[in-house]
């Protein structure tokens, strides 16, 4: 009896501790809309189906119907600054899209756009978002970033300037709200 009463009374004590040492502090700072910053980008998507050096491959496919919905493509296309082939390529886009409408119309993606050339070097913005790819112009949310584009958020326009059986090539205009690297503490 005396045993139990030690050991509550030991556990009451261990129990308040915890309780005080669980706290933490926090504290809230005022927005400063001047460490934000606006881009806007231009650039061309190169997308080849098939071939001896495709940048879109089938992973998987649902089993359930000879129809696209529930395949999954691996993509790593050129990013260039034109839609000619002699364009200078500026970086990549590489991630995920699948097949989600029942009409095989629609894809979600998840794509990472790499820069490897010029002032955003080093720098990635991260779309992920529906996208009806048989209309010839959508949006898309861009989600995130890093390097230059840490915090990104924003939307690019997508028109589909060339489309055929084994060449897909679509015009990005993007508009990224990013935190500014100069200004950050």
Known sequence: ????????????VCLSKVTVQSQYYSQSLPYDTKAVKVTHLHFFLHETLGGKSPTAV??????????????????DDILK?????????????QGLALMVGG??????????????????????????????????EREVAV????????MAKGFALLKT?????TTVIVDFNVTVIHADPILET
Do not use: C, H
Request: charged share 15%; no cysteine.
């Open 1 to 12: 009896m005396k045993g139990t009463l030690v050991l509550t009374w030991f556990l009451m």
């Open 58 to 75: 089938e992973v998987a496919q649902a089993n359930i119907s000879s129809l696209p919905f529930g395949t999954l493509y691996a993509i």
């Open 81 to 93: 600054i034109g839609p000619e082939d002699n364009s200078e390529v500026i970086g990549n886009a």
């Open 103 to 136: 009409n095989t119309t629609t894809g979600v993606m998840y794509v990472d756009f790499g820069f490897t050339k010029g002032k955003f070097k080093g720098s990635s913005i991260s779309l992920f978002s529906r996208n009806p790819i048989t209309e010839t």
């Open 143 to 150: 989600v995130g970033g890093r390097g230059k584009f840490r």
């Open 161 to 165: 300037y060339f489309l055929n059986a």
